[in-house]
Structure formats: C-alpha cells, structure tokens
C-alpha cells in the first residue's frame, strides 16, 4: 500500500495517536492565527478529515490528497499541484514530508504556488526523541513503521536549511508531544520555541520570502587620463 495513503484509524484511536491529534489540533489554531487571506491549503491527509483546518482564518480551505478519502477537497499529485504561481496564502503539511517518496519536490512545489509572504507550516517527529529511536529500532526487527505509513523522520535542522534555500524565513519552532512515546492520559500540549532534543515533535513555520527588484545601473566608463610630459626646452646650439 502506497505510504502517501492516510494513516490507519486504529492508530489514532489509541492512546499515542489519540495523543498526538489532541496536541495538534490544539497547537494548529494558534500556529495558524496570524494566516489570512483567501485559499489555505492543507497538503496530505493525518488522521481525521480536516481537524487541523479549525482554526483557519482565511476566506477558503483546501485539502489536497493524492487519492480520495473523507474530507479531502481535491485529489492531485502532492509534487504537481493544479495551482498557478504565487496563488496560495497558506500551506499546512501536517506529516506529509514524511509519508511521501520525495518530500523536497513536495517543498518546492509550495514554494512555487505560495505568495509572498505566504505561510507554510510543517509538522514532523523529532527523529533524536525517543519517538525516533522507537521508529529505528523497530525497523531493525521488521516492525511496521511508527508511527504507521511514515518513510522517514526529518529533523528540525534540515528542514530549516531546506525551506532556507527555497526561500524562506522562519518564524518559529513550536515543540509538542513528550520527547517519550509513553502510553497513558494525554496532557495538555505545551507551545514553545524549543530545542529539536526536548520534545517529541514540532511544527516549523515559515514564510516566503519576498524577492526584491534590484536596479542595476550601467557602469559608468572612466577615462583615464593620461599624463603626458611637456618638452623640455632645448639649447640648440647653432652651426
């Protein structure tokens, strides 16, 4: 099955799914508070249909999949976006560089649909959390993948330099999840700038960055001046 499918319901009715939606769909109105204009899109599916799309505050919400499923607006390939440049306000991708095959291709088609200005958020696992590790030990004893269908864990760092060669600046970082995949009650989320190392999760958010025109002025030729010596005055002696 493909990766870029939603993941399993059961998962996220259990105690870890359960909380990580819990602190995402807390974290998601605030991350998206200051987003406004008319289209905010959402890019991939993560869990129930459009829980993190709430607290939108722009005209208009999309989200976009690659395949059919419950509250999903538009089916598209996630790295061909059926939008013209420089159209869209806002970009939630909640795990979605995670369960895809190319997530940089996934970048930069949002970098090219965004506005200036534009927003973009991302949710990922801290693969240095104990989340991480769970997910690489796991795999060594040929345990599905955790949390289910996710190819690989990016951490903060690397998405920073990603989104920075793109063009982007970023606002801030916002940890959530316990840095242990702990089974119990889920408490409530924490929102604060944090070290990738302390939490379990973050969400990075970054805007575009707007290009300015630079008047280049034509060079302006600089004579040179040339110093020539006057004659010196002869004695001519004559015959």
Known sequence: MDATRTAPNDWFEGPLGSRVLHEEAALAPLALDNVFGFELLQVGT??????????ARTQHTTLVAPELAPG??????????????????????PHTLELVEDPYAV???????????GCLMICGFNPFSGWGARRAFGGL?????????TRRMLSERRLRDWVALLGFDVDGV?????????????HAAEFQARAPWSSGAY?????????????VLPRRRVRQRVLVGAAEPTTKVGP
Do not use: Q
């Open 141 to 149: 004893f040929g345990r599905p993948a955790f949390p289910p269908r």
């Open 203 to 215: 969400l990075l958010k970054a805007r575009k960055r707007v290009s300015t025109m630079t008047l």
């Open 72 to 93: 999903v607006t538009l089916c598209a390939p996630l790295d061909t976006l059926p939008f013209g440049s420089d159209s869209i306000d806002g970009i939630f991708l």
């Open 107 to 117: 970048l930069r088609e949002a970098e090219r649909i965004l506005t200036a200005e």
């Open 46 to 55: 993560w869990g129930p249909a459009r829980h993190l799309l709430d607290g």
């Open 174 to 186: 916002y940890g959530y999840l316990s840095p242990l995949p702990l089974k119990g009650r889920a």
